[in-house]
């Protein structure tokens, strides 16, 4: 063998020697892809974290936006009817988006341009006259008894001077701040309404394409339900506070109770609040009308008695026959939750979503527990 020959034979073999083959069920092995996978896991775990706790933030940050959006988006869903209404009477959906809109700007501009200045004028007067009212209500006897032990209208009368209601609702800056930002809002409101109006379709079937292609036909019939639900469940609800509102206002007129108006537009407002809404309105008409006389006040309590078992037994069913199906417990308990979540918002929207969760459980949920 020549020397070129043996020369060539090294230079193979020395990167055989260099590179030794390393046995991967060696306990070094193991415990080197031990390591790594540790380190991975722990640094996907850092990166979840710190992914959570910028979007905890980046919610807590823009929660006032999202209320709006999550607003505008159920007054669309309950708009939706009469855009589809304007549509199967050969309306494109764009023109009947805008006449929908149109309706919503003449009802709210005729509606603040004949309640406003009412509405201003006895709820000013009613602040200022309140110590009034306070002593005509001390002099019944047993509510003077019972302010003598406890010393209540006392002290309100001590709080409900013009110069504390002035504080409380944050001096005239802070109540032109407030006034804007009130407008604001409601202008914010209904611009995103308008676009989910215009683009609703499109939305939905976006929202539905998240969805499997084997299940997205089930969910399609399930959201559009819902959707239903939602919808007619804030026009129905809407209706029933205006009942309510128009129905105090008459009585009170006729009862002769100062600030009609005004104490009629809290039951309106109060009403849409579930379950609890109707009795907090009675409770501030029940105190007005005492405070006017005892035989009023007694002509209210009795007037609401009877007024909330109509609402509940024959007004409200036939508004809602085809709106939500859910029971009273569920109610009150997600009236309490929204509350607490969202304000009055969340209490307006509880009940529909309650119903959603509810039908998509007995729609999806339920079918696949009885198979298994």
């Known amino acids: 063998m020549s020397e070129q020959d043996t020369a060539q034979d090294t230079a193979q073999q020395a990167p055989a020697q260099r590179r030794p083959e390393v046995d991967p069920d060696t306990p070094d092995a193991q415990a080197a892809r031990r390591n790594r996978h540790v380190f991975v896991v722990g640094f996907l775990g850092g990166l979840g974290l710190m992914c959570a706790i910028i979007l905890t933030w980046a919610v807590r940050e823009t929660l006032s936006v999202l209320l709006l959006m999550f607003a505008a988006l159920f007054l669309a869903i309950g708009l939706h009817p009469a855009v589809a209404w304007l549509q199967r009477r050969g309306l494109p959906r764009g023109l009947a988006v805008t006449v929908v809109a149109l309706g919503v700007v003449l009802v709210a501009c005729g509606g603040l341009g004949a309640l406003a200045p009412p509405l201003i004028t006895q ?15 001390n002099r019944n006897p047993q509510i003077a008894d019972f302010n003598q032990r406890f010393d209540v209208i006392d002290r309100l009368k001590d709080a409900a001077t013009n110069e504390n209601i002035t504080k409380a609702l944050g001096g005239a800056l802070g109540g032109v701040q407030a006034v804007f930002g009130v ?51 804030l026009l129905g609800s809407l209706a029933i506070a205006f009942v309510a509102g128009v129905s105090t206002f008459v009585f009170l007129l006729v009862l002769g109770v100062s600030y009609a108006f005004a104490l009629a537009m809290v039951v309106a407002v109060c009403d ?47 508004v809602l026959r085809r709106s939500v199906d859910v029971s009273d417990l569920a109610v009150i308990l997600s009236a309490l939750i929204g509350a607490v979540l969202l304000g009055a918002l969340g ?15 007995r729609k999806i949920a339920m079918p696949h527990l009885d198979r298994i």
């Open 123 to 137: 709820t000013g007067e009613l602040i200022t006259n309140l110590p009034g009212y306070l002593d005509e209500l």
């Open 183 to 233: 407008i604001f809002n409601v202008l914010t409101v209904f611009i995103l309404t308008i676009y989910f109006l215009a683009a609703w379709t499109r939305l939905k079937e976006g929202f539905y394409r998240l969805f499997p292609a084997s299940r997205r036909d089930t969910a399609r019939e399930i959201g559009d339900e819902i959707f239903e639900k939602i919808g007619a469940y």
């Open 272 to 318: 849409l609040i579930p379950q609890i809404g109707a009795t907090l309105g009675a409770v501030v008409v029940v105190i007005a009308g005492f405070a006017h006389s005892p035989e009023a006040g007694i002509a209210c309590v009795i007037f609401f008695i009877l007024y909330q078992q109509l609402e509940n037994w024959v007004i409200a069913p036939r």
């Open 347 to 361: 209490a307006l929207i509880a009940i529909p979503v309650v119903a959603g969760v509810q039908l998509t459980m």
